[in-house]
């Protein structure tokens, strides 16, 4: 089982669970995280990291947003891995609330 990036990540993009991940494998997009499902080892670490609750296990992501596991495995192979915590977007705290944000999802 992997750990999934969620919806909620959109236009947010906290970091905190990034510097807690002993394997490197969040990826960076312009406005979103995605984990590597071929790297996730499935530590439980990030998850409670999350200030907006955006990561789950794979077998609890919420049943709207199941899109989101075949997208993280997508995302990552093209994305950059990211090992350090940076600043959120400008305009996070005002995003973390929208529901039905992937229209938003910039690749």
Do not use: S
Not at 32 to 55: G, K, M, R, S
């Amino acid at each position: 089982m992997t750990f999934v990036v969620t919806e909620e990540c959109i236009k947010c993009k906290y970091t905190d669970c990034v510097e807690v991940c002993p394997v490197d494998c969040f990826h960076e997009g312009p406005n979103f995280l995605v984990i590597d499902p071929d790297e996730c080892i499935d530590c439980t670490l990030c998850e409670p990291e999350c200030p907006i609750e955006a990561i789950h296990p794979e077998d609890d992501v919420p049943e709207d947003q199941l899109q989101f596991i075949q997208l993280n495995a997508e995302l990552a192979k093209i994305w950059p891995v990211i090992t350090e915590k940076k600043d959120p977007l400008p305009d996070a705290d005002e995003w973390a609330e929208v529901k039905d944000k992937l229209q938003y999802l910039e690749r």
